[in-house]
């Protein structure tokens, strides 16, 4: 009986193309890592470890990236609200209810 025939087989290999292949491709593709330059397990094994910790720094880099625009764009939407309930409380209640729909 074939391997891949058992159902959790499937589901870890599936988990596995999901997961670690597209770090693989990374250091393939972008980062040219097609062969190592080193002789020797442990030369070979110290490279592929700098290449692994550069990608996992660029992610690192990229989601802070990312955590940071989400940031600014919820201050923003803080500062418009705060801008909305101040003039809510200036001209009150009434005239609030206006403002606020036409934003």
């Known amino acids: ?6 159902r959790q087989a ?4 599936s988990q596995r193309k999901a997961i ?3 770090v693989f491709s990374s250091l393939r593709c972008q980062r040219g890592l097609n062969r190592f330059r080193r002789r020797g397990l ?16 660029s992610r690192a880099v990229a989601l802070s990236k990312e955590r940071s625009a989400l940031m600014l764009a919820a201050l923003r939407a ?8 101040r003039l809510r409380f200036l001209l009150g209640a009434s005239a609030s209810v206006s403002i606020i729909s036409q934003a």
Do not use: G, K, W, Y
């Open 20 to 22: 670690v292949e597209p």
């Open 42 to 57: 442990a030369a070979v094994s110290r490279a592929f470890a700098l290449h692994v910790m550069a990608h996992n720094l």
């Open 1 to 6: 009986m074939n391997v891949m025939q058992h």
């Open 10 to 13: 499937r589901r870890i290999f």
């Open 78 to 85: 803080m500062r418009t609200l705060t801008a909305h309930l």
